[in-house]
T-cell receptor, first 113, second 112 residues
């Protein structure tokens, strides 16, 4: 079965610093990959997705992620953190066949002014 | 266009009572999912619908939990004889056959 691992349940960065949130998946067949953001008292909002094609995916709010098959990773980055980026971030994977989505346990991002 | 709508947004109920949670998916989305999110926790899969059928009910925690979907659209999640451990945010999401999930804002259930 597919699994998704997010290293670091809590990440703190200074405003203006690089944001790096890590995600690794386990599968012999690269799945579809997603990053979601959750603000307090809201549902999850899609940041970006990888299905096929270009391995560097750009999303909303200046975020991007790179699919690295050799490392089974899909890390999320943003060059310069804003205070408004403080939220919970979830990585998810979906096998190319099948309908189950597998979520990581989430990373809480704190941005320090 | 309209997103996934969930109602109520908040529900407080007494232990032992039954509750119904409603989800209106995005029009045309054939797949519908229910997840549970406890305080500070990740997402716990409950059930998946494809059209009106539920090929995957593996996440329902007990026989007190049930769900149905009618007309390939609205879904209700019913919890009978609620317990305090049922307190959580219940999230609904819908998708096209191969698309990403689109989430509603959830129903926060508190069992007193």
């Amino acid at each position: 079965a597919q699994s998704v691992t997010q290293l670091g349940s809590h990440v703190s960065v200074s405003e203006g610093a690089l944001v790096l949130l890590r995600c690794n998946y386990s599968s012999s067949v690269p799945p579809y990959l997603f990053w979601y953001v959750q603000y307090p008292n809201q549902g999850l909002q899609l940041l970006l997705k990888y299905t096929t094609g270009a391995t560097l995916v750009k999303g909303i709010n200046g975020f991007e992620a790179e699919f690295k098959k050799s490392e089974t990773s899909f890390h999320l980055t943003k060059p310069s953190a804003h205070m408004s980026d403080a939220a919970e971030y979830f990585c998810a994977a979906k096998p190319a066949t099948g309908n189950q989505f597998y979520f990581g346990t989430g990373t809480s991002l704190t941005v320090i002014p | 266009g309209a997103g996934v709508s969930q109602s109520p947004s908040n529900k407080v109920t007494e232990k032992g009572k039954d509750v119904e949670l409603r989800c209106d998916p995005i029009s045309g989305h054939t797949a519908l999912y229910w997840y549970r999110q406890s305080l500070g926790q990740g997402l716990e899969f409950l059930i998946y619908f494809q059209g009106n059928s539920a090929p995957d009910k593996s996440g329902l925690p007990s026989d007190r939990f049930s769900a149905e979907r009618t007309g390939g659209s609205v879904s209700t999640l019913t919890i009978q004889r609620t317990q305090q451990e049922d307190s959580a945010v219940y999230l609904c999401a819908s998708s096209l056959e191969t698309g990403p999930l689109h989430f509603g804002n959830g129903t926060r259930l508190t069992v007193t």
